[in-house]
């Protein structure tokens, strides 16, 4: 078995959920399940967070991860997942499943998206055994627009909807090439142009804020190349016929650096915490060598 990390993005089902989570148990190595729930406030929200609940309480075991997200905001989900990624595949080198039967459009299209970019990542639907109705309302028994016709209460079709299993699993087919990840290099000059508000006047700002040399005929050529292929890949866009030739991010290129910065952000606590841990045993093993 390849060892693999799961990650199911938690909606109104249940059943489905855990059908699928129990098919690729059966069938791969997986070491870690990450259970992303709606953090909203409202009905969606609700039986996401219960059903994460749930879940995490039922795959006990398997010490399940819970984490927050909008999954209505394409932005949000891909930072999410990128996160994941860079955890699971690039330093745990593990393969990772994605579940989207209770996703969002917006958290669909970012799972496909991240899926291109690693041919590590795959994403899968559970098909329901059945087909479920409208969501009623939430703070209501009955709903206005069928005059109180006795249509179940949200409670009693979220508890029937959530029970509803699924056949099996049906992974998403996508092209064997996947899409070129920037280098180190190419992510440190993302990050440096997001600081920057997402633009530069010109490649010599650029590596400026890099650090380097701008009067450096070869450092200029490198950073040109670098321009160019991340211009070609989506994530820059240069100003054509200008003189000084000013570029920014593209709005892909922006939500990628942001999900880059965020995951800097969790190694630099996890390493600061690692540094405070050592510092603590140091000093405990010092106090009783004295």
């Known amino acids: ?20 989570i129990k098919y690729w148990y059966a069938r791969r190595g997986i070491q870690k399940t990450y259970l992303l729930y709606d953090k909203k406030k409202d009905k969606y929200g609700f039986a996401s967070a219960h059903n994460a609940r749930e879940l995490e309480r039922d795959l006990k075991l398997f010490n399940p991860q819970l984490i927050g997200y909008n ?34 459009k917006e958290s669909y299209g970012a799972s496909i998206t ?21 969501v009623p309302q939430h703070d209501q028994e009955t709903c206005q627009a069928c005059n109180g016709s006795g249509r179940l209460s949200f409670d009693e079709w ?14 998403i087919h996508l092209p064997g090439n996947r899409l070129e990840r920037p280098t180190k290099e190419e992510e440190f000059v993302l990050t440096r142009l997001e600081e920057h508000k997402g633009q530069a006047e010109s490649i010599k700002a650029l590596i400026t804020w890099c650090g380097e040399n701008p009067f450096d005929s070869a450092i200029k050529n490198r950073f040109s190349r670098m321009v160019s292929k991340l211009c070609n890949a989506g994530f820059l866009e240069e100003e054509v016929g200008s003189k000084l030739k000013p570029l920014k991010l593209t709005e892909f290129g922006r939500i990628f650096s942001r999900a880059l910065k965020a ?6 606590k996890v390493a600061s915490k690692s540094l405070m841990k050592s510092d603590s045993l140091f000093l405990e093993k010092n106090a009783v060598t004295t």
């Open 1 to 20: 078995m390849e060892p693999s990390a799961l990650v199911c993005m938690i909606g109104f089902d249940y059943q489905r959920i855990l059908d699928g």
């Open 71 to 104: 999954p209505q905001s394409y932005e949000d989900t891909f930072v999410t997942l990128y996160g994941i990624i860079k955890q699971e595949v690039d330093q745990n080198r593990n393969q990772l499943v994605v579940d989207c039967t209770s996703g969002t």
């Open 114 to 134: 991240i899926s291109l970019m690693s041919e590590w990542v795959s994403v899968y639907i559970v098909p329901a055994n059945m087909r479920g109705t409208e």
């Open 158 to 171: 979220f508890t029937e909807k959530r029970g509803i299993g699924g056949l099996t699993p049906q992974v």
């Open 263 to 268: 995951h800097q952000s969790i190694e630099a």
